[in-house]
């Protein structure tokens, strides 16, 4: 799951892996065009709070974490409408050093850069 600051971001990242989404709420539906207009508006008119950010799943389903908790999850993807979605954001944990070799790990890498063993499962 990728973190964004604003939802134009989280938007963008979303239509790299969706086309079409559903609001949560209504019937009401967006293709990449509509979403990102949607969104630019959005975060020029109201902001979301400092403590607040947007999450994407890997199906492209955008939500809301107010407080860096709960998940408020508002355009739901196409691809999979029955996606199973947390209901809270949780922090993967850092890998410091490569569990084969020992060789410290660069944060967020996915693969050791001396042994190329996987340091996540994703």
């Not at 293709?31 to 990102?36: F, P």
């Not at 947007?54 to 996606?83: H, K, M, Q, R, Y």
């Not at 979605?85 to 790990?105: K, R, T």
């Amino acid at each position: 799951m990728e973190r964004f600051d604003t939802l134009l971001e989280a938007a963008k990242f979303a239509a790299t892996l969706c086309k079409n989404w559903s609001f949560a709420t209504s019937d009401e539906r967006f293709d990449v065009k509509g979403l990102l207009i949607l969104a630019e508006t959005s975060d020029s008119e109201d902001p979301i709070d400092e403590d607040s950010f947007w999450v994407v799943s890997p199906a492209g389903v955008i939500g809301l974490c107010v407080g860096g908790e709960d998940i408020d999850w508002l355009f739901i993807s196409d691809n999979t409408p029955n996606e199973d979605l947390p209901a809270e954001y949780q922090v993967e944990p850092q890998i410091n050093f490569c569990p084969a070799c020992g060789a410290p790990a660069v944060p967020g890498a996915r693969f050791c850069g001396k042994c190329g063993i996987a340091l996540r499962s994703k």
